[in-house]
């Protein structure tokens, strides 16, 4: 069942719980719908793994991304390109999450050099 809360300093959080299945010889974070189990999109997983990321190191867990990188054991940069998927505009995450995101948008588009206004994000998509 998904969460939605409003903060209150006006952001709202929302929690999709997962459950990691196997699926082929991969494994893929599912989620429980209505209408079964279904596997969720690679942008809703890198969206939701950077906003994770991003908290763990918010709260102190981690000092920094390369602290992070280094208890994850991944590369530095890995990591802080997924990081940088929470500074997309909300309505890029929205439609992220609702499966709704142009076909240009994909991991590798998202993970380059992205502008840092959300209009000129939104424009590099053809969102606006």
Known sequence: MNEIEVME???IKVRVP???RVLGNRKRAVVRTEFG?????????HVARAF??????????????????????LDRRYVDRTLQLT???P???????????????????LRGFLPVLWKEQLKLFKMD
Do not use: Q
């Open 91 to 109: 309505e890029i995450i929205h439609a992220i999450l609702e499966n709704t995101a142009p076909e240009s948008m994909n991991l590798e588009s």
């Open 18 to 20: 997962l459950m990691l």
């Open 9 to 11: 300093n006006g952001n």
């Open 37 to 45: 189990d279904e596997a969720l999109a690679p942008l809703t997983v």
């Open 52 to 73: 994770r990321w991003r908290k763990l190191i918010d709260e102190g867990t981690f000092g920094s991304s390369k602290a992070l990188a280094a208890a994850l054991k």
């Open 87 to 89: 500074m997309l505009a």
